[in-house]
């Protein structure tokens, strides 16, 4: 019998070995986050999942999806060319990456770079996403748990030549409250073919349990001192690549068919996990 997504999560994470952790309350974490990868990237596809057992470090650069689609008219799509937003995204290669579809066009629009968590929805389309985070029993590794549910959609992931995400999520950090945000990065990705592949299926939701390095997360805090740290994690079909206010960045979008795979990519955010720094030792908040 299919369990309730909301109900299924909480027994998977116990399964996993981890208890659900309380939801924390989103006016308790202020500023705009940037939203970082937890490892980077394989250059085979198929390597990703021997990647993800090894010990994965959090990025020191801001991240983001890539864009959806949006379906045009052959005169919108005219229209849209002639226009000073599609003159500017000439650079881009849209028109050649999003070719005529039918008798509509394909053009990219990007997935906006949220300015806080209440941008970004718990569900979307029914897929909703879990997370947990914990000391592991090495003190050098953190646990992360992450559950992907959903309700009538199957749910697919972009995976690219040469550059496909280890893990198709990204994090926010926020300390004592506040916001982690880092400096934008030197921008320089080579990629390659874009496809899709299954990911979770209704009633058969996917479970990721990785290692994380402990000292990546250290690096983020300002201090060795006492702090408690909050951390959300973000789910798009899309892959994510480094982002820096302003930049466009090609994007194919398209599957090894030649078509585009999905016009609204799906996004959806965790709940808020928590963990707390002692100054010499991570602790779930539960702990005493």
Known sequence: MKLPSLIAVPLLLA?????????????????????????????????????????LAFQPEPRWFDHGHRLMTK???????????????????????????????????????????????????????SL???????????RVRLILTSEALSVHREVEHRRTNILPFLFAVYVDGKAVAVDPATIAEMGGLAEYVDLARPGA????????????????????G???????????????????????YASKGMTTSGQPYDFQPLLV??????????GTAWQTPRTP
């Not at 909050?230 to 982002?243: D, K, L, P």
Request: aromatic share 6%.
């Open 15 to 55: 399964a996993a070995g981890c208890s659900p952790q309380p939801s924390l309350d989103l006016s308790d974490l202020r500023g705009r986050p940037s939203w970082l990868a937890l490892g980077r990237e394989v250059y085979q596809e198929r390597d990703d999942l021997d990647a993800e057992k090894t010990l």
């Open 75 to 129: 005169a919108q799509y005219d229209a849209f060319r002639a226009s000073p937003q599609g003159r500017s995204a000439e650079g881009t290669k849209w028109e050649a990456a999003s070719p005529q579809t039918g008798e509509k066009h394909a053009v990219p629009t990007p997935q906006p770079y949220p300015k806080s968590l209440s941008d970004l929805p718990l569900d979307d389309r029914g897929v909703r996403l």
């Open 132 to 142: 947990a985070i914990e000391p592991d029993k090495d003190p050098r590794q953190l």
């Open 205 to 224: 939701p996917r479970v990721w349990s990785v290692a994380a390095d402990a000292s990546s997360l250290l690096a983020l805090l300002p201090d060795k």
């Open 226 to 248: 006492p702090h408690t740290v909050s951390i959300v994690a973000a789910f798009s079909s899309r892959q994510h690549r480094t982002y820096a206010e302003g930049w466009q």
């Open 269 to 278: 955010r965790s709940h808020p996990a928590g963990l707390r720094w002692t």
